[in-house]
Each structure stands twice: as C-alpha cells, then as structure tokens.
C-alpha cells in the first residue's frame, strides 16, 4: 500500500497481452471480448490493491459502499478498451461506431504554422483520439507517453502499429526534451496530446476539488500552452459498451502570451480548477471510464485508499503521463 503510484507494477505480461491480441485478430472481437470475464475475475482476485481502490472510488462517487459486482464491472470495462486498443491500432477502426462531439471546437483553432495541444485524462480510451487526424486529413498527431511505464503493452501496440513509435514523444526523457519535441510538431500543426491527470514523484502540483475533496494535479501541463503560445482543447474518449465510443472535444483556453510572472499562480489555480470540474462532470457520467487505478486524492500510497481519504501533492516540475 505504501509508496507512489509509479511504483506499481504493470498489470499482466507480454506472453499473455500478445496471447490476447492474436486470439483477438484471428478469432474476432466478439470471442475475444469472451475471454474479458476469466481475465477480470483474474485481476479482480490478484489485484487486491486495484480492488480496493476501485471500491473506494465507486463509493465516494456514489455515495454508498460500492458493491462486488460493480467493481468486477468497473475492471471489465478497462479490460475491455484495452483490448480494443489491439484492434483500433491493428488498422481495424471499422468496427467501432464512434461518435465525436465538438469537433469544430477543434479544428476552428488548428493552423498549418500553429498546431494545438490536447490535454486528455486516464478516462475511456486515449487510442480512440487518433480517429481526429482521420476527420481533419494530413494531421499529424503527436502523443506524450512514458514508454517505460508500461513495456509490455507499449511493446505490443508499437508492434501491432509501428507508425505509434514515430508519432510518440516518450516522457521519460529530460523535461527540456520533451517540451522541445512538443513545440517542434506544433510548429508544423500538429495536434500534441498528453494526460494531464496524474503526477510524477516530486512533480510541482496543483490542488483542486475533484469529487467532493482536494486532489493534487500536475501543474506542467496546464503552463504548456501559455508558454507555447498555442490554444489548449480538452479531449476525452469515452467507452459506452458494445462497439461504442463517444469522442469529445472542448475549448479549453485560446493561445496567448505566457502568463505574467505576478498572475501565474491565481491563472494557474483557475486552469486546474476548470479541467476538474469538466473531468467531473464527464466521470459523474459514467464512472465506470475511471481508469485512474490508485488513491487519486493520496497518490503517495500512504494508507488505505478511503472515500475521505485526501493526499497532499509534492513539489517539482515534470511533463508526461502514460497510457494505462
């Protein structure tokens, strides 16, 4: 229970993910998604970790003890975007019927000299986003992801779809490299997408009210787009079961100026403030698209994750998130 959420180890393997994906290309979506409910019931006795967060998380959402089967569901559902992850990467997008909402908040900011910066969230799935560059034709999208965070699943994706591995700005480089990367796609007008939920340890955070408490959020994400000079859209990829999968795009903030060294702190506040209220709203809505498997209001680990339960962040500045 103890120590910071990077530290958890990935969930399952390579054998076992490949497994899973060859089933999956060779016997159908459909006989695969069959094989979720052992997988689950698996993880849902092996993690007691995730469980037990997951408990937590659907009870304060809810605001009653969550049951058994909820949290089996809630585990199914991740299990089942990951395995569609196999199929949206392996050049099978027609299978799914995905609906995208705001769009035009979206490409009424794009610019071929000035591309646009994506903030996402562990919510839903961040793969189904690439379908934007297929409804805006010669868009490069550009995703900020630690690679060495997941390997096993990193490792299939890219094999699955090799055009991941040139299109990735992998986080765990120095921030300076990161940051360099990022402007360099956006100065052609890429789209450049990263998670800004989650903190790494020792990364500068933000406080704000987030399901009923204070939750510590990376502060690095929300400076990028001022700093930048590019506009900001928050975009989330929702799963609704079956084949289903809502795209939403929202203005987020236009590109301007860096923020002034004596407003910084108050913009700031109000930036972070803004992306929980909207990362809120669309998690009240369906919280089984959580995919946040830690004690999101003490990501330090101390403790048994609780409803009430609420984390301090820690200082320090870094860009990145990672897929699962």
């Given at each position: 229970m103890n120590g910071h959420w990077s530290q958890r180890p990935e969930g399952g393997g390579r054998f076992a993910m490949t497994l899973i994906a060859a089933i999956g290309l060779r016997c159908g979506r459909g006989f695969a998604r069959l094989l979720l409910y052992p997988i689950t019931l698996y993880f849902y006795l092996r993690r007691p970790y995730e469980r037990r967060v997951s408990k937590a998380f659907l009870t304060r959402i809810s605001?009653?003890?969550a049951t058994a089967l909820e949290v089996f569901r809630h585990i199914?559902?991740?299990?089942?975007?990951?395995?569609?992850?196999?199929?949206?990467?392996?050049?099978?997008?027609?299978?799914?019927?995905?609906?995208?909402?705001?769009?035009?908040?979206?490409?009424?900011?794009?610019?071929?000299?000035?591309g646009v910066l994506l903030l996402g969230?562990?919510?839903?799935?961040?793969?189904?986003?690439?379908?934007?560059?297929?409804?805006?034709?010669?868009?490069?999208?550009?995703?900020?992801?630690?690679?060495?965070?997941?390997?096993?699943?990193?490792?299939?994706?890219?094999?699955?779809?090799?055009?991941?591995?040139?299109?990735?700005?992998?986080?765990?480089?120095?921030?300076?490299?990161?940051?360099?990367?990022?402007?360099?796609?956006?100065?052609?007008?890429?789209?450049?997408a990263l998670l800004a939920d989650r903190a790494r340890p020792h990364e500068r955070t933000v406080e704000a009210e987030f399901l009923g408490a204070p939750a510590p959020f990376p502060a690095a994400p929300f400076l990028l787009g001022p700093m930048l000079g590019v506009p900001v859209v928050l975009?989330?990829?929702?799963?609704?079961?079956?084949?289903?999968?809502?795209?939403?795009?929202?203005?987020?903030?236009e590109a301007g100026a860096p923020l002034p060294r004596g407003e910084r702190a108050a913009a700031l506040q109000a930036l972070v403030s803004r992306y929980a209220q909207r990362l809120e709203h669309h998690v009240r809505a369906d919280p089984c698209n959580w995919f946040n498997w830690h004690d999101f209001w003490n990501p330090q680990g101390t403790g048994q994750p609780a409803p009430a339960d609420v984390g301090r962040g820690v200082a320090g500045v870094r860009v990145g998130g990672d897929p699962a």
């Open positions: 605001g009653r003890p199914h559902r991740f299990a089942a975007t990951l395995l569609d992850r196999m199929f949206l990467l392996g050049g099978q997008e027609h299978r799914f019927d995905v609906r995208v909402h705001g769009l035009e908040e979206l490409t009424s900011r794009m610019r071929p000299d000035r969230a562990h919510v839903g799935s961040f793969e189904v986003l690439r379908v934007a560059p297929r409804a805006c034709p010669g868009v490069e999208l550009r995703v900020v992801l630690d690679v060495q965070k997941t390997p096993a699943l990193t490792g299939l994706l890219h094999a699955l779809d090799p055009a991941i591995g040139r299109n990735v700005i992998d986080a765990s480089q120095p921030g300076t490299d990161v940051v360099l990367a990022m402007s360099e796609g956006l100065a052609r007008g890429a789209l450049v975009c989330l990829g929702l799963y609704r079961g079956g084949n289903r999968y809502d795209v939403h795009f929202e203005a987020f903030a």
